[in-house]
């Protein structure tokens, strides 16, 4: 099945600094690959996702590039902001008809935005 | 967005008891719903995928018969924690699919067990 290792478990920036977190995958079989944002105690909210036939995606300062032939994928953070402050989680999931759609997430970061 | 809802929000129940966790999309019909439990500071762990109308596939390590899940309708799925012990605290959240394999995934909030 699939293992997703997420690095760095922790990471502090100052504020205003980019943010970088590395995720690799081990099932060549995935295809879709979400980032969610946990704030304490609540529901894990999508950020962003990118898709196997894309090597990038931006959103205002979040992007997401993936690298199929390495197996690997990161996200970027550029201008944090303190309220960017939560535990970050990349997740991959096969592609249709293999797992049931099921996600398979990392071990998360905490990342802390330093004002 | 679609809304998935879990009930109840937080329970707290003794040592032997029987916990029943709902989980229901608002407003778009599952055929797919899964369940995560997490535990302080760590990630969300699959336990079990539950699909309307069959028997849920549970994860390797997950007991099915503690950890029993039904799917009777397009939007409900619950899991029910049966004889819960201490070491079996900790946030259980569900999320779903749109019905049709759409790739999005949508969380409920949450449900945090204590067993005390």
């Known amino acids: 099945g699939e293992n997703v290792e997420q690095h760095p478990s922790t990471l502090s920036v100052q504020e205003g600094d980019s943010a970088v977190i590395k995720c690799t995958y081990s099932?060549?079989?995935?295809?879709?690959f979400p980032w969610y944002k946990q704030e304490l105690g609540k529901r894990p909210q999508l950020i962003i996702d990118?898709?196997?036939?894309?090597g990038e995606k931006k959103d205002q300062r979040i992007a997401v590039t993936l690298n199929k032939t390495a197996k690997h994928f990161s996200l970027h953070i550029t201008e944090t902001q303190p309220e960017d402050s939560a535990v970050y989680f990349c997740a991959a999931r096969p592609r249709a008809g293999t797992g049931g759609f099921k996600t398979i997430f990392g071990a998360g970061t905490r990342l802390f935005v330093k004002a | 967005g679609a809304v998935v809802s879990q009930h109840p929000s937080r329970v707290i129940c003794k040592s032997g008891t029987s916990v029943k966790i709902e989980c229901r999309s608002l407003d778009f019909q599952a055929t797919t719903m899964f369940w995560y439990r997490q535990f302080p500071k760590q990630s969300l762990m699959l336990m079990a995928t539950s699909n309307e109308g069959s028997k849920a596939t549970y994860e390797q390590g997950v007991e099915k018969d503690k950890f029993l899940i039904n799917h009777a309708s397009l939007t409900l799925s619950t899991l029910t924690v049966t004889s819960a012990h201490p070491e079996d605290s900790s946030f259980y959240i569900c999320s779903a699919n749109l019905a049709g394999g759409q790739e999005t995934q949508y969380f409920g909030p949450g449900t945090r067990l204590l067993v005390l």
């Open positions: 990118i898709r196997s036939n894309v």
């Open positions: 099932d060549s079989a995935s295809n879709y």
